[in-house]
């Protein structure tokens, strides 16, 4: 069961160096219903809890810009362990977004952002970036190209089983990201057009030292060394070409291609 209160106070009347504003806060609180610790204690009963101030304005240059500062409290974690009636307590985190965009209706655009947070069961930190930029050649021709990038330090996950299948094992690890995406737009008229988006993808994840799941959610070290290869290198390239035709008022005809490698 969640539950939750918002708070929130928007300037729209346009002053000085802005169109409009707004602020907001949040809070929430979840709890179980019926238990699913395997030993049903009324502790592992509470799931998270947490607030967050955020806010966001628009300039009268039409730039936009925002942050959010989130605070979480202690979480058992039911999913992380992968094993029903299992919990995985982690610690309190805190966290801080920023972003910008520019003026849209201009020739060229960009936006940025980044992320950080901070805590955990192992003080990890986490930063993630992103920019993009689009640029509009005429009415009917557009290109974009988007890239994130994500860089975690000491997180807390699940690795595996021990080879008895009895003891959840969990990692400190490092995971590394970049994702890069390419949009182009042509519209041969207002009815009709063709997009075509590429996205390549490439994550790697580096275990740093193992850890067995307590049955209190705390992690220990294992009784017996864990060896398999938990290391992840995981890289694609997907390819999505859409060509749309609006031939009557609310009926379209539509081809679509894909590719991933």
Same mark, same amino acid.
């Given at each position: 069961?969640?539950?939750?209160?918002?708070?929130?106070?928007?300037?729209?009347?346009?002053?000085?160096?802005?169109?409009?504003?707004?602020?907001?806060?949040?809070?929430?609180?979840?709890?179980?219903?019926?238990?699913?610790?395997?030993?049903?204690? *009324? +502790?592992?009963? !509470?799931?998270?809890?947490?607030?967050?101030?955020?806010? #966001?304005?628009?300039?009268? =240059?039409?730039?936009?810009?925002?942050?959010?500062?989130?605070?979480?409290?202690?979480?058992?974690?039911?999913?992380?362990?992968?094993?029903?009636?299992?919990?995985?307590?982690?610690?309190?985190?805190?966290?801080?977004?920023?972003?910008?965009?520019?003026?849209?209706?201009?020739?060229?655009?960009?936006?940025?952002?980044?992320?950080?947070?901070?805590?955990?069961?192992?003080?990890?930190?986490?930063?993630?970036?992103?920019?993009?930029?689009?640029?509009?050649?005429?009415?009917?021709?557009?290109?974009?190209?988007?890239?994130?990038?994500?860089?975690?330090?000491?997180?807390?996950?699940?690795?595996?089983?021990?080879?008895?299948? *009895? +003891?959840?094992? !969990?990692?400190?690890?490092?995971?590394?990201?970049?994702? #890069?995406?390419?949009?182009? =737009?042509?519209?041969?008229?207002?009815?009709?057009?063709?997009?075509?988006?590429?996205?390549?993808?490439?994550?790697?994840?580096?275990?740093?030292?193992?850890?067995?799941?307590?049955?209190?959610?705390?992690?220990?070290?294992?009784?017996?060394?864990?060896?398999?290869?938990?290391?992840?290198?995981?890289?694609?390239?997907?390819?999505?070409?859409?060509?749309?035709?609006?031939?009557?008022?609310?009926?379209?005809?539509?081809?679509?291609?894909?590719?991933?490698?």
């Amino acid at each position: 069961m969640e539950q939750g209160a918002w708070a929130g106070y928007r300037w729209n009347k346009p002053k000085n160096w802005y169109n409009q504003m707004q602020l907001n806060a949040n809070f929430w609180y979840s709890n179980l219903v019926t238990p699913i610790d395997i030993l049903k204690r *009324d +502790k592992f009963m !509470f799931q998270y809890a947490g607030y967050n101030i955020n806010g #966001n304005a628009q300039t009268k =240059k039409l730039q936009g810009f925002g942050f959010n500062v989130t605070r979480r409290a202690r979480k058992n974690d039911f999913y992380e362990a992968r094993y029903y009636g299992r919990v995985f307590t982690n610690t309190p985190t805190g966290s801080l977004s920023l972003w910008y965009e520019s003026n849209s209706v201009k020739k060229f655009s960009w936006t940025s952002s980044f992320y950080g947070q901070t805590g955990g069961v192992f003080k990890g930190k986490n930063f993630e970036y992103g920019i993009s930029g689009k640029i509009r050649f005429n009415s009917k021709f557009s290109i974009e190209q988007v890239v994130n990038m994500t860089n975690i330090h000491n997180q807390a996950g699940w690795a595996g089983y021990e080879a008895t299948g *009895d +003891k959840t094992i !969990f990692s400190r690890r490092d995971v590394q990201g970049v994702e #890069n995406i390419s949009n182009l =737009k042509y519209s041969f008229t207002n009815k009709m057009g063709i997009t075509l988006r590429t996205r390549h993808y490439w994550s790697k994840v580096t275990p740093l030292q193992f850890y067995e799941l307590g049955t209190d959610g705390d992690l220990k070290n294992p009784a017996t060394a864990f060896t398999q290869d938990v290391r992840k290198n995981y890289n694609f390239l997907s390819v999505d070409m859409v060509y749309n035709w609006q031939f009557a008022q609310g009926s379209f005809f539509s081809i679509v291609w894909k590719d991933i490698g």
